[in-house]
């Protein structure tokens, strides 16, 4: 399995951006896929997660209200819409796959398969 993120680049204060992870390879038939974000200095956040068979979703207390969360089934693609964007939103996205029941969703140690990362920057 690969995934490949994309999207990311410079923002300002109160703008958008739009995420894409695109899935390839086979994978197991129940799984989530979830983006994560690190700081400069910081630890790996998570901020949202889908499950690819229901749609269920999750967020971050930090992101809710302002990110979504969506999938396209026909693309293998996950996308992360991010309005409202503050100058804290400033990191490296990752998006990540794993087995829908393999643990906590926020956790980023429980997830096997990992994007490349992209840098969101919002300036103020």
């Known amino acids: 399995v690969q995934l490949q993120a994309s999207g990311g680049g410079l923002a300002q204060d109160g703008g958008s951006l739009r995420l894409s992870c695109t899935k390839s390879?086979?994978?197991?038939?129940?799984?989530?896929i979830g983006w994560f974000r690190q700081a400069p200095g910081k630890g790996r956040e998570f901020v949202s997660v889908i499950n690819w068979s229901n749609g269920t979703t999750y967020y971050t207390d930090s992101v809710k209200g302002r990110f979504t969360i969506s999938r396209d089934d026909a693309k293998n693609t996950v996308y992360l819409q991010m309005n409202s964007l503050r100058p804290e939103d400033t990191a490296v996205y990752y998006c990540?796959?794993?087995?829908?029941?393999?643990?906590?969703?926020?956790?980023?140690?429980?997830?096997?398969?990992w994007g490349q990362g992209t840098q969101v920057t919002v300036s103020s």
């Open positions: 390879g086979r994978t197991v038939s129940t799984y989530i």
């Open positions: 990540a796959l794993r087995r829908h029941d393999f643990g906590n969703y926020y956790s980023p140690g429980t997830y096997y398969y």
